[in-house]
């Protein structure tokens, strides 16, 4: 059942800070430990690093909740798809410096998800678009394989449902169920080493996705905030300057010793 107006308290840029503001420390602790080890295991990390990491999943959903909201709202689709190829494609230096890999990035996930909610609402015969949806996710799972193409289909059905709240609500916790299990399945042998901590994780995980769609679902306001303009460049500026932040931070030590 939805919530009543006086739980709407939080506006689209407060949301969208808080992810980013996760994500930011997350990925300072994943990515310095990745760029040393690129099999690290994260359950070999202190507890508060491991909690950050976990909390850097606030932002991945609230992205993708916002995929779904700004293309009803977008002005131009085409211009919006455009401004997202063109981040992507200013990422992958700042990945390369960082990683010393060139490869797709989270951006091109969030490009993948808003055409295949253009394609589902192109007026296409119904097995044309639902064959062109998935092959647009075959694309993504072997681009860029972090969400595989579970965040497409969270997309497409926040899309699909938006006026059904219950729907939505099932098709979201249900992909996120599938996508948080994954971990089981491919990395049996940090399981079997620290079960406890592994599975822990997964579930803390969860929560923190789980926390995420409420955020998106019983506070958000569905307003702007005070300055949609400059959020709007400053949100699509920080990805690529958080990678270059934490390259500086990760080449620190050589340059001072």
């Given at each position: 059942m939805e919530q009543t107006s006086k739980y709407k308290s939080i506006n689209r840029d407060t949301c969208k800070y808080l992810a980013i503001f996760f994500m930011f420390w997350g990925h300072l602790f994943a990515w310095i430990e990745l760029a040393h080890d690129p099999l690290y295991d994260q359950t070999a990390l202190s507890l508060w690093q491991q909690l950050l990491i976990d909390l850097s999943l606030f932002c991945p959903p609230v992205m993708f909740f916002f995929i779904a909201d700004g293309f009803r709202y977008t002005r131009s689709r085409w211009k919006y798809a455009l401004r997202l190829l063109i981040l992507a494609l200013v990422i992958i230096p700042c990945d390369w410096l960082l990683f010393g890999v060139i490869e797709a990035n989270i951006i091109v996930t969030l490009l993948c998800s808003l055409l295949c909610l253009m394609v589902w609402e192109s007026g296409w015969k119904l097995p044309l678009r639902i064959l062109a949806v998935l092959g647009i996710c075959v694309l993504n799972f072997f681009t860029y394989a972090e969400w595989y193409a579970f965040a497409e289909l969270i997309v497409l059905?926040?899309?699909?449902?938006?006026?059904?709240?219950?729907?939505?609500?099932?098709?979201?916790?249900?992909?996120?169920?599938?996508?948080?299990?994954?971990?089981?399945?491919?990395?049996?042998?940090?399981?079997?080493?620290?079960?406890?901590?592994?599975?822990?994780?997964?579930?803390?995980?969860y929560v923190v996705m789980a926390a995420a769609y409420l955020c998106m679902t019983v506070f958000y306001n569905g307003k702007k905030g005070r300055h949609p303009t400059f959020a709007k460049w400053f949100f699509y500026a920080f990805y690529p300057l958080h990678i270059l932040i934490i390259w500086?931070?990760?080449?620190?030590?050589d340059w001072i010793f």
């Open positions: 059905f926040l899309h699909i449902f938006r006026e059904k709240p219950k729907a939505r609500a099932v098709a979201y916790f249900s992909l996120l169920a599938a996508y948080s299990a994954i971990p089981l399945l491919l990395t049996p042998h940090a399981i079997k080493a620290h079960p406890a901590l592994s599975v822990g994780n997964i579930l803390i995980q500086v931070i990760y080449k620190m030590p």
